[in-house]
């Protein structure tokens, strides 16, 4: 079946660096997404993967490997805007999109 | 440039109701999506459009319907509420056909609640 795995919640510090997590099961691979979504607001584009490697964008970066079925992000320099959830979404060869239950960052002081 | 605009954002039914949401995408895009988000679950994919065409569907009962029109809005309807459809549905649009063929631009939701 298809499946995606994320911790629920994550804990960090202000000024800290965070890594999330994201394995994945799915029937063809075309690429990853990690979003961004502050609460009841809407999710936003954070990165995208489909080769295997780090792509680093600002304080955001984002790694995959297919062979081992694992994506994750990491935060530096963490902010306490950088509170919200990650959704990584995986994009399956018929370009369906399969979406995890996100992570829940909290940041504190 | 504007983005993707959902109404209402908010709404109250009570159960055997039905309900209809709007999305507007931003202005060129031609492909909506529809998703329902639910706390403890990922989102979960409705259905896509693409030039009035419904390209791909999720695993939801018939009583979730859709449609897009030739401005590229699109409107999701719900037959028959029940408890279990309060969620936050979310409307994604995009330049490209294929439900990821690119980035998605979500709009903020509307978020339903049946008594």
């Known amino acids: 079946g298809q499946n995606i795995d994320q911790p629920t919640e994550m804990t960090a510090t202000e000024g800290a660096i965070v890594q999330i997590n994201c394995t994945y099961q799915?029937?063809?691979?075309?690429?990853l997404f990690w979003y961004q979504q502050h609460a009841g607001e809407a999710p936003t584009f954070l990165s995208y993967?489909?080769l295997d490697g780090l792509e680093e964008k600002g304080r955001f970066s984002s790694f995959l490997s297919r062979s081992k079925g694992y994506s994750y992000l990491l935060l530096k320099e963490l902010q306490m805007k950088d509170s919200a959830s990650y959704l990584c979404?995986?994009?399956?060869?018929?370009?369906?999109?399969?979406w995890g239950a996100g992570t829940k960052l909290i940041i504190k002081p | 440039k504007a983005g993707v605009t959902q109404t209402p954002r908010y709404l109250i039914k009570t159960r055997g109701q039905q309900v209809t949401l709007s999305c507007s995408p931003i202005?060129?895009?031609?492909?909506v999506s529809w998703y329902q988000q639910t706390p403890g679950q990922g989102l979960q994919f409705l259905f896509e459009?693409?030039?009035?065409?419904?390209?791909n569907k999720g695993n939801f009962p018939g009583r979730f319907s859709g449609r897009q029109f030739s401005n590229s809005r699109s409107e999701m309807n719900v037959s028959t509420l029940e408890l279990g459809d309060s969620a936050l549905y979310l409307c994604?649009?995009?330049?490209?056909?294929?439900?990821?063929?690119?980035?998605?631009?979500f709009g903020e939701g509307s978020r339903l609640t049946v008594l």
């Open positions: 799915t029937s063809g691979f075309n690429g």
């Open positions: 979404a995986v994009r399956r060869s018929n370009y369906q999109l399969i």
């Open positions: 459009y693409f030039s009035e065409t419904q390209r």
């Open positions: 993967n489909v």
């Open positions: 994604a649009s995009s330049l490209e056909p294929g439900q990821a063929a690119g980035e998605l631009f």
């Open positions: 202005s060129g895009h031609r492909s």
